[in-house]
C-alpha cells in the first residue's frame, strides 16, 4: 500500500514536471513562429536559466529556512502547552511543598513575588541570581508520606509527559520531568517512609533537593514566558505564585 502510493505521487510529480517544460516549449514555438528571430529566442532561454540559479537559492535556502523558524515556533509554542499543564497538575503544588522546607529561603522569597511590572530585563537579573542560589529542602522535616501520596497520584501523568517526543527540544524541561520521576520511584519502593534510616534521608534530600532547584529555574522561566505572549495566563499565574504568602486566586 505504501509503496503504490509512493509511486502515485512520484507519477504526479513526473506528470506536473513533463506538463510545465512542454507548456515553455510551446511558449517559446509561438514565440517563434511571430517574431522569426531564433538568436533572440536562444539569447532569453540562456538568460532565463542563468536567473533558475538565484530561484533555486531562493527557494531552497531563504525560504526553507523561514519555514523552519515557523515550524520550530510552532513546535515550542506546543512544548510551552505541556510545561502548563506540568505546573497546573504536579509542578505549583509540589513547588509550594519543597519550598516550605527550604532553610534559605527567606534570602531570595523577595525577589520571587513577580508582578506586572517585571521587564526581560529583571527577569535575567533575578535568573542569574537563582543560578547561585545555595538550594535546599530538609527532608527530615518533609512529610514523606504525604508527598509520596502526591507523586504516585500522578505517576502516569508524568509518563505520559515523558513520551511525548517535542520535550526532546527542551532540555531544562526533560531534566525536570525526569528528577520528579526519580523521586516517585524512589518513594514507590519505600512502602513505609515514617521510620527511615538517616543515610536513606540523606538520599531523598539530595532527590528532593533536585527537583526543588529545577523546579524553581523552570517555574521562572515559565512565568516570563506567560508574561510575554499570555497576560491572563500570566495574572492566575502571579494570584498563585508559591512564594507569595499574601497570593490568592480571588481578585479583592
Same mark, same amino acid.
Given at each position: 500500500?505504501?509503496?503504490?502510493?509512493?509511486?502515485?505521487?512520484?507519477?504526479?510529480?513526473?506528470?506536473?514536471?513533463?506538463?510545465?517544460?512542454? !507548456?515553455?516549449?510551446?511558449?517559446?514555438?509561438?514565440?517563434?513562429?511571430?517574431?522569426?528571430?531564433?538568436?533572440?529566442?536562444?539569447?532569453?532561454?540562456?538568460?532565463?536559466?542563468?536567473?533558475?540559479?538565484?530561484?533555486?537559492?531562493?527557494?531552497?535556502?531563504?525560504?526553507?529556512?523561514? !519555514?523552519? @523558524?515557523?515550524?520550530?515556533?510552532?513546535?515550542?509554542?506546543?512544548?510551552?502547552?505541556?510545561?502548563?499543564?506540568?505546573?497546573?497538575?504536579?509542578?505549583?503544588?509540589?513547588?509550594?511543598?519543597?519550598?516550605?522546607? +527550604?532553610?534559605?529561603?527567606?534570602?531570595?522569597?523577595? @525577589?520571587?513575588?513577580?508582578?506586572?511590572?517585571?521587564?526581560?530585563?529583571?527577569?535575567?537579573?533575578?535568573?542569574?541570581?537563582?543560578?547561585?542560589?545555595?538550594?535546599?529542602?530538609?527532608?527530615?522535616?518533609?512529610?514523606?508520606?504525604?508527598?509520596?501520596?502526591?507523586? !504516585?497520584?500522578?505517576?502516569?501523568?508524568?509518563?505520559?509527559?515523558?513520551?511525548?517526543?517535542?520535550?526532546?527540544?527542551?532540555?531544562?524541561?526533560?531534566?525536570?520531568?525526569?528528577?520528579?520521576?526519580?523521586?516517585?520511584?524512589?518513594?514507590?519502593?519505600?512502602?513505609?517512609?515514617?521510620? !527511615?534510616?538517616?543515610? +536513606?534521608?540523606?538520599?531523598?534530600?539530595? +532527590?528532593?533537593?533536585?527537583?526543588?532547584?529545577?523546579?524553581?529555574?523552570?517555574?521562572?522561566?515559565?512565568?516570563?514566558?506567560?508574561?510575554?505572549?499570555?497576560?491572563?495566563?500570566?495574572?492566575?499565574?502571579?494570584?498563585?505564585?508559591?512564594?507569595?504568602?499574601?497570593?490568592?486566586?480571588?481578585?479583592?
Amino acid at each position: 500500500m505504501g509503496i503504490r502510493t509512493a509511486v502515485k505521487r512520484v507519477s504526479w510529480q513526473v506528470y506536473l514536471g513533463v506538463g510545465l517544460v512542454s !507548456l515553455s516549449a510551446t511558449v517559446y514555438a509561438v514565440q517563434y513562429l511571430i517574431f522569426r528571430d531564433a538568436r533572440s529566442e536562444i539569447y532569453y532561454i540562456f538568460q532565463d536559466l542563468a536567473f533558475v540559479f538565484v530561484e533555486v537559492l531562493l527557494v531552497t535556502v531563504i525560504i526553507h529556512a523561514l !519555514l523552519g @523558524e515557523r515550524e520550530k515556533r510552532q513546535r515550542l509554542e506546543k512544548l510551552n502547552m505541556v510545561i502548563g499543564v506540568f505546573f497546573s497538575e504536579v509542578g505549583t503544588g509540589l513547588l509550594t511543598y519543597l519550598s516550605d522546607f +527550604d532553610p534559605n529561603l527567606s534570602t531570595i522569597k523577595g @525577589e520571587l513575588v513577580v508582578s506586572g511590572s517585571w521587564s526581560e530585563k529583571e527577569f535575567s537579573r533575578v535568573a542569574g541570581r537563582l543560578k547561585g542560589y545555595d538550594y535546599a529542602v530538609d527532608a527530615s522535616r518533609v512529610d514523606l508520606g504525604r508527598l509520596r501520596g502526591f507523586l !504516585l497520584g500522578k505517576r502516569e501523568f508524568l509518563l505520559r509527559l515523558m513520551e511525548n517526543p517535542n520535550l526532546l527540544e527542551h532540555e531544562s524541561f526533560t531534566e525536570l520531568l525526569r528528577a520528579v520521576f526519580h523521586l516517585t520511584e524512589e518513594l514507590a519502593q519505600r512502602q513505609d517512609v515514617s521510620c !527511615l534510616p538517616e543515610a +536513606d534521608c540523606r538520599h531523598l534530600d539530595g +532527590d528532593a533537593k533536585r527537583v526543588y532547584t529545577h523546579l524553581v529555574l523552570q517555574w521562572l522561566d515559565y512565568m516570563k514566558y506567560l508574561k510575554a505572549n499570555y497576560p491572563y495566563l500570566f495574572s492566575l499565574a502571579i494570584r498563585t505564585n508559591p512564594f507569595d504568602q499574601t497570593a490568592s486566586a480571588i481578585i479583592g
